[in-house]
């Protein structure tokens, strides 16, 4: 079982940036594909960028160029660093691990066995 803890949300101006958290309870983070998702109220959850287990990237077209996701394997931890927010990116945060490897996979939320909590982030115009 892999416990996921997400931190770093809070209210941005748009424009300013955000980096968020997600810590790992488990060893063999390392071997996980790490996803970010969102959801917004009254939508469904989506897909925002993954970093799978051999460091491949992906983005979705709405936060390309201005999100990053990085790990640290030593920290069992993965960031999703956020700049250039805008008011559209207000939503409630989640990151996951799963063992999808391409583009289609990592972004299908049924990829992903384990959830943190969520983190909200709320962006003002």
């Known amino acids: 079982q892999v416990q996921l803890v997400e931190s770093g949300g809070g209210l941005v101006q748009a424009g300013g940036s955000l980096r968020l958290s997600c810590a790992a309870s488990?060893?063999?983070?390392?071997?996980?594909?790490m996803g970010w998702f969102r959801q917004a109220p009254g939508k469904e959850r989506e897909f925002v960028g993954a970093?799978?287990?051999?460091?491949?990237?992906y983005y979705a077209n709405s936060v390309k160029g201005r999100f990053t996701i990085s790990r640290d394997n030593a920290k069992n931890t993965t960031y999703l660093q956020m700049n250039s927010l805008k008011p559209d990116d207000t939503a409630v945060y989640y990151c996951?691990?799963?063992?999808?490897?391409?583009?289609?996979?990592?972004?299908?939320?049924?990829?992903?066995?384990?959830w943190g909590q969520g983190t909200q982030v709320t962006v003002s115009s």
């Open positions: 996951a691990a799963g063992i999808g490897g391409s583009y289609y996979e990592t972004g299908l939320t049924t990829s992903y066995k384990y």
């Open positions: 488990e060893r063999t983070f390392s071997s996980y594909t």
């Open positions: 970093l799978t287990w051999n460091r491949i990237t």
